[in-house]
């Protein structure tokens, strides 16, 4: 049976609040060595760009192929997909090789180094103090019941299975500051701001993709499209529900 705890406000002046602001500032603080680290900005690859438009325009008429008539899905269709000369076709042989481009740009092997130490040196470093002063404390409870399946998540550090599953402890109180402070982040520093570490861990584990495999789904994508346009049937829908509405 879970025992239930009464914590010390002590902790909540001490351990809670304090880990709350230090993980604040550091990430206010990663945003500005971001910054100062990122140097001058480079101009992004014409080539890289364009097929990222194309890739946008192809999904946003996918999601809007049955608002257009058949014959104009059809050519645009063709535009896009075209054994010859479509958007979206890349010929074999034709496809880049994204990590010897990596390779062979220093600059941009510098870039993803300087990105990486930014976010693994802090991370580290506040773990280990974390680790070292805050270590086994019970910091909060969560106003809700949980179920088992969140202990591990919760209570990392603390290996009492007496206790309920809503305590939080501090260890784990620092694990969910570090991924869910992405929306204060956005209001202090804006959307477009470099503290974001599950994109970064997004970004890091999908580095050396071929953006030519990106632009074949995106064509079976659409090749596969049933066309089945709705704009012939709005007018019998739209009296039908205008009879419900008199009835």
């Known amino acids: 049976m879970a025992e239930d705890l009464v914590l010390d406000t002590a902790i909540r002046d001490w351990v809670l609040i304090p880990l709350s602001v230090v993980m604040v500032l550091i990430g206010v603080l990663r945003y500005f060595v971001s910054k100062l680290m990122k140097g001058s900005s480079q101009i992004p690859d014409p080539k890289?760009?364009?097929?990222?438009?194309?890739?946008?325009?192809?999904?946003n008429l996918r999601a809007g192929a049955n608002y257009i008539p058949a014959k104009s899905f059809r050519a645009r269709k063709a535009y896009y997909s075209n054994e010859e000369n479509g958007l979206l076709h890349v010929p074999k042989g034709q496809a880049a090789n994204p990590q010897a481009q990596m390779f062979s740009d220093p600059n941009m092997a510098m870039d993803m180094m300087k990105k990486n130490l930014s976010?693994?040196?802090?991370?580290?470093?506040?773990?280990?103090?974390?680790?070292?002063?805050?270590s086994?404390?019970?910091?909060?409870?969560i106003p809700f019941p949980l179920t088992q399946r969140f202990r591990a998540m919760l209570q990392n550090g603390i290996d009492l299975s007496t206790v309920d599953v809503s305590y939080v402890s501090s260890r784990s109180w620092y694990f969910l500051n570090l991924?869910?402070?992405r929306g204060l982040f956005s209001l202090i520093l804006g959307e477009e701001n470099a503290t974001d570490d599950t994109q970064r861990m997004m970004q890091m584990s999908g580095f050396g993709m071929d953006p030519s495999k990106t632009l074949g789904a995106e064509k079976d994508g659409l090749d596969i499209v049933q066309?089945?346009?709705?704009?012939?049937k709005f007018e019998q829908r739209a009296e039908s529900v205008l009879r419900k509405l008199v009835k």
């Open 48 to 59: 890289i760009v364009k097929e990222g438009q194309v890739i946008i325009r192809a999904r």
């Open 119 to 134: 976010m693994i040196i802090p991370q580290t470093l506040t773990f280990a103090w974390v680790n070292f002063f805050f």
């Open 136 to 141: 086994g404390f019970v910091a909060a409870k």
């Open 179 to 181: 991924f869910g402070l």
């Open 227 to 232: 066309h089945d346009w709705v704009l012939p």
